[in-house]
């Protein structure tokens, strides 16, 4: 009996969750279809289903989202992160994710007190930390299908990650100071701790997991390993109460520097397919229920007896408190970047200059240090070009203050508010109100925005050429392999002569397409030889790119390109045709 009522329980959820993945796929697929970004229309879908006659209500614990969901979420979108990007404009993401945080929590929390009174300030700043963190979901989908600079897209990407992290750390803390518990040195304290902490276990736990799996030979073993890194970093952090957020962020970046280098092409291309299913699935299931929520949430501020349009009117005064604090903070960081992009312009003489005086010096007593040396100018030259070349602009700027759409920490953190807190349920609407007007009005005026100012990223000949010459360079490594009168098999015998003349012809810059065997029949030994050379090939031109993505001379986009295609012609090397 037990077990029919479990059955019984399930069945409804069950069919609630099949729902929710086709309606997913269907408003993506139509919104991808029409230009218009997909969490925006998942928000007014669920709105719209909610309102249905006889529409279940759904209960979701906060916590689900706050432990089950966001850390995925995060451990994505992580992974996928250029690690040279990222440590570029780390100054800019930081000061987004964290001093404009701070700043727009303590502001929109000062405004509901002086608002609501009854509410006391450390209550009115923990609802701030709330409603503070953008989510980048919305703005980087529209930003990516409009072709906004990179640099610009990475910014903001970096901001959804690290944001989340101060704000949930910070409403924890403005929480407890609700008791009385914590004072303003305690809570200073408190908020170092759990960075630290947070970012020391995100750390190991990253290069753990990268070294256990980097020893497990099969790609469905390793990814499989991958969907419970996530939280292998977010509960021992928060059982040391520091930031789980930002552990599984750390966590992620690791994973991402070190797949290059550690995982197999097979490994990357499994796990990259599988985590753009679980990213685009959560990340949209939440704007659904986001939604979705709306109509439950009116209900419970109505038996509340407080009126719906007040605290809507509280909502939308905190939209304003928060643009407003966007607008003006980004101001001062654009014009900072300009100023770098300036003194970046004369940095890359400097560094040229540099270089060149390396290569005249007599250090052939001392080669290896000829080799740093030229290793460590060569990136300071190619990280101020990057900033010289890849400038932000007011226009960007413009972009960037407009893109401060909330969502879903937004969403989690408002409902798990202690519940003796006052005004609870108007407090939640209020978050709602926040989050669903940013997306709407923000989110839904952005692609107008981009269009009318003209921002644009590199054109399509200029990325093109860019790739073709990283692939360049990587053939060069390729035939400087080839041509080595050393190259032996691994049984030392040399290979035969004419299947180097083979393997020379199959560059990176003229892969072959997946189901184009003939060339690969023949007798056996060739095939095995034919194989071997072209994974020494390959293996060649990894290590040339993995030199190139330090160097920091090529964009991510075209290391990102040049990455695929290697991953891909290994495929082809090690499918089911290779082995005849």
Known sequence: MRGQEG????????????????????????????????????????????????????????????????????????VNMPATDFRRDFGAIGALSVLLVLVSAFASGFVLYWLLPDLGLAAAIAVGAVISPPDAVAATAIG????????????????????????????????A?????????????????????????????????VLVRSRIDDPVLTTAMSFVVPFLAFVPAEELHASGVLAVVVAGLVTGAQSARRFSSADRIVERTNW??????????????????????????????????????????????????????????????????????????????????????????????????TRFVRRKHADAT??????????????LAWSGMRGVVTLAAAQSLPADLPYRSQLVLVA??????????QGGTLPALIRRLGVRG???????????LLVAELGEAARALLDNPDLRRSDGRPF??????????????????????????????????????????????QAALLDARAGGIFRSHAITAAQHAIDNNAAILDGPSAHG
């Open 458 to 468: 590199g054109n399509a000949q200029e990325e093109r050429r860019e790739v073709a």
């Open 386 to 399: 990057f900033y010289a070349r890849e400038g932000l602009g007011w226009r960007g700027g413009a972009v």
């Open 144 to 175: 990516k299908r409009l072709g906004l600079p990179a640099r610009l897209v990475t910014i903001l990407e970096g901001e959804g990650l690290v944001n989340d992290a101060t704000a949930l750390v910070l409403m924890r803390t403005a929480v």
């Open 276 to 373: 753009r299913t679980i990213q685009m699935l959560l990340e949209n299931g939440v704007f659904l229920l986001m939604g979705y929520e709306m109509a439950a949430l009116v209900a419970d501020v109505q038996s509340d007896g407080f009126g719906v349009w007040v605290a809507v009117g509280l909502g939308l005064a905190a939209t304003v408190v928060l643009t407003t604090v966007r607008v003006l903070f980004v101001i001062p960081l654009v014009a900072a970047l300009r100023r770098g992009q300036r003194r970046s312009e004369g940095w890359v003489e400097a560094m040229s200059g540099v270089l060149d005086r390396i290569d005249a010096a007599d250090l052939a007593h001392a080669p290896g240090r000829r080799e740093q040396m």
């Open 177 to 209: 100071a609700t008791a009385g518990a914590v004072s303003l040195g305690g809570a200073l304290a408190d908020f170092a701790l759990a960075v630290t902490v947070g970012v020391a276990v995100g750390l190991v736990v990253g290069w753990v997991t």
């Open 496 to 541: 035969d002569p004419a299947i180097v003349e083979e393997v020379r012809t199959r560059s990176l810059a003229a892969l072959p397409p997946a189901g184009d065997d003939e060339e690969w029949v023949g007798a056996l030994p060739r095939l095995e030889q034919r194989r071997e050379l072209q994974r020494l090939v390959l293996d060649a031109e």
């Open 7 to 78: 059955w019984v329980c399930m069945e409804p959820i069950a069919g609630l969750a099949v729902a929710a993945v086709l309606i997913i796929v269907a408003v993506s697929f139509f919104a991808e279809k029409h230009g218009v970004a997909t969490p925006l229309l998942l928000v007014v879908v669920g709105i719209g289903l909610s309102a249905l006659p006889g529409a279940p209500h759904l209960e979701i614990r906060p916590e689900w989202i706050l432990t089950v969901v966001l850390p995925p979420l995060l451990y994505s979108a992580a």
């Open 432 to 441: 709602f109100t926040v989050a669903v007007v940013t997306l709407l009005v």
